[in-house]
């Protein structure tokens, strides 16, 4: 058997979006430009626009607030480079906080050197944000907060309608990374109050490489990309017009189908739940409600992580350890570590991660393997 369970760092593509998407490498390769005559360009441009639409309503924007991108990554650099360079002359401060995605992180960093200044709120073991910290660390001369909806290691969904509203009350503009949330739990940027959103096809069964950003109408934010004209003057570069219909139709699918998977989602992870708290020493980190429903972060008593990661993977089972995007880096995650956890504990999380593709008889496998390896470990290792 072959189980894929780490779904928090991309998912499988869903056959009806790569059916939607052939016929634009195929048939359909132009250009969407609307000053073009062909009619094959015209179905290129009303598919992308249908594309558009469907995130606008996915998020309750407009549709003309919403600018496609090349994923998340660049989503976020956008957001927050867009929005500096908008305020170069006066410069200013940004706050976030310290379990964001490298994404973001090093795109503060950046933005540091820059001459901006960045200031980090604390989130509680939970990896939770505390809306009247905020209250507190926003001055006159805050530009930007960015706080990330869903965290991508431990699942903890942060109070953005609060932090929002925050935001509006100081007149400041509030970002989200809303990549691991997108498709997967309801957003509303006009009752949470967001200026700028950040979203990437393949987290939710689109196709790599495609993102969006959305903008909210009046809003100052300099272009990332200088080129040519498209998405407005303000993201230049050729349509990937594949990726974008892909993008729309995984948002399409995932609008009709977000409860139901929901649903499955959970009952699969109580699952797991239920066996691991029947055995001792493993704990569950992240908030015990305010989570996605896909997300299980575990810290197993004297099991090392990447021991259980090898283990578990010769026995076909795929999970991660931390955050698939530092599994190269030997240092621990520092989500583990702004949520307290010590460096011996972070070497001993995992991160099981959920789709709408994994099976019940997968989760029931995954079980028996995973608890045997625990056992056994536990035994080799010393007291
Ligand atoms: C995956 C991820 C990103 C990066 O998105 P890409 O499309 O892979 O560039 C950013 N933020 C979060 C929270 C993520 O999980």
């Known amino acids: 058997m072959y189980v894929y369970l780490n779904n928090a760092a991309t998912t499988k593509t869903d056959g009806r979006v790569i059916f939607k998407m052939s016929k634009y490498y195929s048939e359909l390769y132009e250009n969407p430009m609307t000053s073009n005559y062909s009619p094959l360009a015209k179905n290129v441009e009303d598919e992308m626009e249908i594309a558009r639409e469907n995130v606008s309503k996915l998020i309750n924007a407009k549709k003309e607030e919403?600018?496609?991108?090349?994923?998340?990554?660049?989503?976020?650099?956008?957001?927050?480079?867009?929005?500096?360079?908008?305020?170069?002359?006066?410069?200013?401060?940004?706050?976030?906080?310290?379990?964001?995605?490298?994404?973001i992180i090093k795109t503060l960093e950046t933005v540091k050197k820059w001459g901006f200044e960045i200031k980090f709120l604390p989130v509680d073991k939970y990896g939770m944000v505390n809306p009247d910290d905020l209250k507190k660390l926003i001055t006159k001369k805050t530009l930007l907060v960015s706080i990330m909806h869903?965290?991508?290691?431990?699942?903890?969904?942060?109070?953005?309608?609060?932090?929002?509203?925050?935001?509006?009350?100081?007149?400041?503009?509030?970002?989200?990374?809303?990549?691991?949330?997108?498709?997967?739990?309801?957003?509303?940027?006009?009752k949470m109050n967001i200026d700028l959103l950040s979203i990437s096809a393949h987290k939710f069964y689109g196709p790599k490489g495609v993102g969006a950003l959305?903008?909210?109408?009046?809003?100052?934010?300099?272009?990332?990309?200088?080129?040519?004209?498209?998405?407005?003057?303000?993201?230049?570069?050729?349509?990937?017009?594949?990726?974008?219909?892909?993008?729309?139709e995984a948002v399409k699918i995932a609008m009709n189908e977000m409860e139901e998977e929901r649903k499955s989602l959970i009952f699969m992870r109580k699952m797991i739940e239920d066996r691991i708290n029947k055995i001792e020493g493993i704990n569950i980190n992240g908030h015990p409600e305010k989570r996605l429903p896909n997300n299980l972060s575990i810290t197993i008593d004297r099991v090392n992580a990447e021991t259980m990661l090898?283990?578990?993977?010769?026995?076909?089972?795929?999970?991660?350890?931390?955050?698939?995007?530092?599994?190269?880096?030997?240092?621990?995650?520092?989500?583990?570590?702004?949520?307290?956890?010590?460096?011996?504990?972070?070497?001993?999380?995992?991160?099981?991660?959920?789709?709408?593709?994994?099976?019940?008889?997968?989760?029931?496998?995954?079980?028996?393997?995973?608890?045997?390896?625990?056992?056994?470990?536990?035994?080799?290792?010393?007291?």
């Not at 929005?83 to 994404?103: F, T």
């Open 66 to 103: 919403i600018y496609f991108t090349s994923g998340g990554t660049e989503s976020d650099n956008w957001a927050i480079k867009g929005v500096a360079l908008s305020n170069w002359d006066k410069k200013g401060e940004i706050i976030s906080i310290p379990i964001e995605h490298m994404a």
């Open 214 to 248: 959305f903008i909210r109408n009046g809003v100052k934010i300099e272009p990332f990309m200088d080129g040519g004209h498209q998405e407005n003057e303000l993201r230049s570069g050729t349509h990937n017009s594949p990726g974008i219909i892909g993008l729309g």
């Open 310 to 383: 090898t283990y578990l993977a010769i026995n076909g089972i795929i999970v991660s350890a931390g955050a698939a995007c530092s599994a190269k880096e030997k240092s621990p995650s520092h989500v583990l570590k702004a949520i307290g956890l010590s460096d011996e504990l972070a070497h001993n999380t995992l991160r099981i991660s959920l789709g709408k593709f994994n099976l019940v008889k997968e989760i029931e496998y995954f079980n028996e393997v995973f608890e045997y390896g625990v056992k056994r470990f536990r035994e080799m290792a010393p007291k």
């Open 150 to 190: 869903a965290n991508n290691e431990i699942g903890t969904i942060e109070p953005i309608e609060e932090i929002g509203k925050i935001c509006k009350e100081n007149g400041v503009l509030f970002h989200t990374d809303a990549v691991q949330s997108a498709c997967h739990i309801d957003i509303d940027v006009n």
